[in-house]
Structures are given as structure tokens and as C-alpha cells.
Nanobody, 122 residues
Framework: QVQVVESGGGLVHAGGSLRLSCAIT????????IGWFRQAPGKAREFVAA??????TYYTDFVKGRFTISRDNAKNTNLQMNSLKPEDTAVYYC?????????????????WGQGTQVTVSS
């Protein structure tokens, strides 16, 4: 009984920025780790970044130094994406599970949002 809603996708030129937001509601939502994943056409879903209920963060190597995940409060999580590249183009999904920031990308999170499209033109 947890709902996940992400927003903030759009179209930007290479080098631009976007901020994605994820809102989680439902019972015990403050205990959940939030992870961001993305999937491009013809490619497998991949982990991007995560933040735990304690504020611990974890990033995949290809976004380190460009993306920043933060948590405004127990409900709202943001993914600030800077220096975007065409290869960042994908549908970005927010997911929630009661696990750690380091492990949420290694399992199938319990709850998922519907996704938001990010397109970076060259």
C-alpha cells in the first residue's frame, strides 16, 4: 500500500540540467529507501542512484559528479541531473523498498512509479 509518483522529465540539449522528483506515500513510507532507475529503448534497466531513509546515498559510476540525489523530507526525493548527455536519454523510474541505498539496485524493489521520459538531444 505504497504509492510512488515521479515527475520532472523533459527534453533538454546536451549539457543541460533537469530535476526529477519522486513522492512516496502510504503506510510506513518514511522507512523506505528510494532508488532511481532508467531504461533506454533496446537496453536493460539500470540503476542510477539511491538514498536511504537515513540519508545515505549511492550512485552508479556513470552519473557520479553529474547527478545528485537528495531527500527534502520523508516523502519527497529529488534527482538533480547536470551535464546531461545524449546517452542519459531514457525513461526514469523511481522505486521504493525497505533496503539500503547500496542494495536497492541489486534487487527488484517492491514499489515503482510509472516513469518519466528524459530526452537529451545532441
Amino acid at each position: 500500500q505504497v504509492q510512488v509518483v515521479e515527475s520532472g522529465g523533459g527534453l533538454v540539449h546536451a549539457g543541460g540540467s533537469l530535476r526529477l522528483s519522486c513522492a512516496i506515500t502510504g503506510r510506513a513510507f518514511s522507512l523506505y529507501t528510494i532508488g532511481w532507475f532508467r531504461q533506454a529503448p533496446g537496453k536493460a534497466r539500470e540503476f542510477v542512484a539511491a538514498i536511504s531513509s537515513r540519508g545515505d546515498t549511492y550512485y552508479t559510476d556513470f552519473v557520479k559528479g553529474r547527478f545528485t540525489i537528495s531527500r527534502d523530507n520523508a516523502k519527497n526525493t529529488n534527482l538533480q541531473m547536470n551535464s546531461l548527455k545524449p546517452e542519459d536519454t531514457a525513461v526514469y523510474y523511481c522505486a521504493a523498498d525497505r533496503t539500503t541505498a547500496q542494495t536497492i539496485g541489486l534487487t527488484e524493489p517492491e514499489y515503482w512509479g510509472q516513469g518519466t521520459q528524459v530526452t537529451v538531444s545532441s
